[in-house]
């Protein structure tokens, strides 16, 4: 039965071909902008989940109340409080990571006595490597940041620095300090919260007295719990550990310092505190973004039904003589069925196409480096897949009852018409469909009036003739900040 449903199938979509090309064509680009959606979505909701233990990791994070001022929520914490956390039982690896003072770094390579521009690099903690699933290519041992003057860089800034020589054990000279290269990771991936290509032991600044500060926030303090140990009730027991170490000072400038736990994989899109390492992304703005996705699903799926029932007419003597044969009602639901799944599944495999098409066009309009390998992840292809069989029966289902409904006699004699709730129905999604292309292209033209504003707004300079040099004064010193200044 069903190879003779996929053969009337075939030959409908043959001398109807215009209009199964326009049902197909308009389901195709719904569902590659579908695609290219989740996928987007999908991306972001994936940060940081690819370290082991995802579960276990959390960012320490404060909040601080002077006086009466509004809390100040603050994503770094002191030095202070890595070693004090790792005091508690519930904790089973703790790192520190200082973002340098600078934003924009230079190294210079003796070797081959050349300076490159790295921007930040970052001061840690050898345990960070045990916290973080960052993939080491080549290790001088498993304390490659336990020894001061010790650096672990990326393959990437390895090729960078040293060409197609290997980079273990060479010197970089980094603000004035020699290290050594102890380790070689691959490159973090682009779905981490922060993406080091160059980490430094924080063993090197030890004297340094920031370090043990309980005052001065400028540490991102990660901790891994062990197994079955409750977040909450860790949380409650530090939320005031500084109480414990700093309390007269505290008091002295009137300050209380209140530290809770931050799942690192909700950090991209749940924290936006001062001082991230990068800016973080939004949850509600990806919802926006999946609402989207199904208004424009939903806008073809009117279309095709809207289609389907305003063609009815011209399949109606078709559907009497099938009944005059024999032919059930339950028989010719399931042929419209089949031509509805057959016709999705077309539009399936030119959105497939369309996706690795506008696929480059997304990315620079997203400013994202998004690729997609389904056999790499095989979860979007399937939730195509399952997209695609849903608007395949929500838009068949309809005309399918519509179409095998009428009646025999009325059909014959050509007497066809039809009924009053039809009309309605398909009135109703005409207009349904029109307000939601309508709001759809009100939200896009104020979205692009925005983004022509912040891109083409007088700033009231030349951004021509003004430079940002992205240090401090402190850090050039005064033998170095005046005369650049004069």
Known sequence: MFRNYL????????????????NTLGLAIALASAMLILAFVQREWSYDDYHPDADRLYRVVIDIQTGDQPVERFAPASGSLGPALAEYPEVEEVARVLPTFQENNVVYVPATDEAFNVGQVYITDNSLFDIFG???????????????????????????????????????????????????????????HFKPSILASLKTFSRQNWIDNWMATMFHTYIKLKSN?????????????????????????????????????????????????????????????LAIALLIVLI?????????????????????????????????????????????????????????????????LSGGAMDISYLDNPGLLLAGLGITLIVGLLAGSYPAFVLSGFRILDTLRGKFRHSRESVALRDGLVVLQFAISMILVVATIVISRQVSFMQQQDLGIDKEQVMVISSTRSALGDNQYRPLKQ
């Open 300 to 364: 073809a799926v009117i279309n095709y039904v809207n289609l389907s029932t305003a063609r009815a007419g011209n399949r109606a003597q078709e559907i009497g003589v099938r009944k005059v044969f024999g032919g059930r009602k339950s028989q010719l639901r399931w042929q419209f069925m089949t031509e509805s799944l057959l016709l999705v599944l077309a539009a399936f495999g030119i959105a497939l196409f369309l996706v690795e098409l506008t696929l480059p066009l997304f990315n620079e």
């Open 7 to 22: 053969k009337i199938a075939l030959r409908t979509f043959r001398k109807q071909w215009a209009y199964s090309s326009l």
């Open 134 to 192: 960052f993939e080491l290519l080549s290790a001088a041992s498993d304390s490659m940041l336990a020894r001061p003057g010790t650096v672990v860089i990326d393959e990437e800034q390895a090729g960078r620095f040293f060409g197609d020589q290997k980079a273990l054990g060479k010197t970089l000279r980094i603000d004035d300090r020699e290290f050594t290269v102890s380790g070689v990771m691959k490159k973090v991936p682009e779905t981490s």
């Open 229 to 289: 140990v409750d977040a909450g009730q860790f949380e409650s027991k530090i939320r005031h550990i500084a109480d414990r170490y700093a309390k007269d000072r505290m008091a002295e400038v009137d300050q209380t310092f209140t530290y809770t736990l931050q799942p690192v994989e909700d950090i991209h899109l749940h924290s936006h505190r001062r001082y991230e390492h990068e800016a973080n992304y939004s949850a509600g703005t990806l919802y926006i973004f």
